[in-house]
């Protein structure tokens, strides 16, 4: 069983231009994916759809072998959400709000108290448990919006840029808490971002979406494998000496290899042929070359 699939799920809200178009996609359990795309991609119809909050215009979509469309409430109890624009109550203090949310859940109060203690100290936020949350900072909030989502102990946590507004040491706490959940919990974690370079840090698998439609999905030698973007050894020798077969690149010599373990052969070759190595280097695609590859080509192919 998937945690999360869909197939040709559509979703047009006028009846003419699709905000998300045709996806499907399967996401096994456990670890941490990557959605990624500029804002007005289809990020959040997407995440609204997969939790019942909006209807398909076509196509099916299941969490935890369960149709959002038809049981909703279902979804909901085993699902964690934090969006942009899931709010909390302003008038409640952090421990209350957290309470709340939990006795939604169906919890005893004792264990809304003990699960609400727990994730405001993980998530450094005890101290500032008995403010009303109209007094917290946009990273306090932020934080308290994550353990609202967390307060059931979710499944699956689908995640709408976590760390938007907070400062590095909150960040560093947060990814630390969303990283431990996919390897200690076995929780899915559906993460909607921008941040190219955050997601290449935390995340396990991805999915490219561009103007609603699924340009690629999976790990990151997969992506790269299929746009054709490969790992380069690069080596820096004695001035004026040069690699034949080997491209110039601001003082390094380079070539592409298949695998980083074809680097220590090559390097020995090179020596042997005579060349002195004073260094070298394995420069593997980002996960920012792989974005925009897949980007130009689409709007190539467009």
């Known amino acids: 069983m998937f945690a999360i699939s869909a197939k040709n799920l559509t979703k047009s809200y006028d009846g003419r231009t699709f905000a998300l178009n045709d996806l499907s996609l399967d996401i096994p359990q456990g670890g941490v994916f990557g959605f990624l795309g500029p804002n007005g991609a289809g990020k959040t119809t997407t995440v609204k759809l997969l939790t019942g909050l909006l209807k398909p ?15 909703p409430c279902e979804v909901h109890r085993l699902c964690g959400v934090m969006t942009e ?42 101290d500032a448990r008995d403010k009303k949350l109209s007094a917290y900072s946009t990273g306090m909030e932020q934080r308290l919006s994550l353990a609202r989502a967390l307060i059931n102990r979710p499944q699956v946590l689908f995640l709408d840029e976590p760390t938007s507004g907070l400062d590095p040491e909150s960040a560093q706490a947060v990814n630390a808490l969303i990283t ?23 995340c396990s698998n991805y999915g490219i979406i561009e103007k609603g439609s699924l340009l690629a999905a999976g790990d990151l030698p997969t992506l790269c494998k299929n746009i054709g973007l490969q790992i380069k050894a690069g ?19 380079q070539t592409e290899v298949k695998t980083e373990q074809d680097m220590p052969q090559l390097l020995k070759k090179i020596i042997e042929s005579g060349h002195d ?7 593997k695609p ?15 192919l467009q």
């Open 85 to 126: 624009t899931a709010r909390m109550y302003g008038q409640l203090t952090g421990m209350q709000n957290l309470v709340f949310f939990a006795q939604a859940f169906g919890m005893s109060k004792e264990a809304c108290n003990q699960r609400g203690a727990e994730l405001l100290k993980e998530l450094d936020l005890w």
């Open 180 to 202: 431990a959940l996919a390897k200690n919990t076995g929780t899915t974690v559906f993460l909607c971002t921008h941040q190219l370079r955050y997601a290449q840090d935390i």
């Open 57 to 71: 215009t076509k196509g099916e979509c299941r969490v935890l072998d369960l149709a959002p469309e038809k049981n």
């Open 235 to 253: 080596f820096r020798l004695t001035e004026g000496d040069t690699l034949e077969g080997f491209t110039a690149d601001n003082g390094w010599w």
């Open 277 to 283: 190595v004073f260094e070298a280097r394995l420069v």
């Open 286 to 300: 980002t996960l920012e070359d792989v974005y925009f590859g897949y980007v130009e080509r689409q709007g190539v």
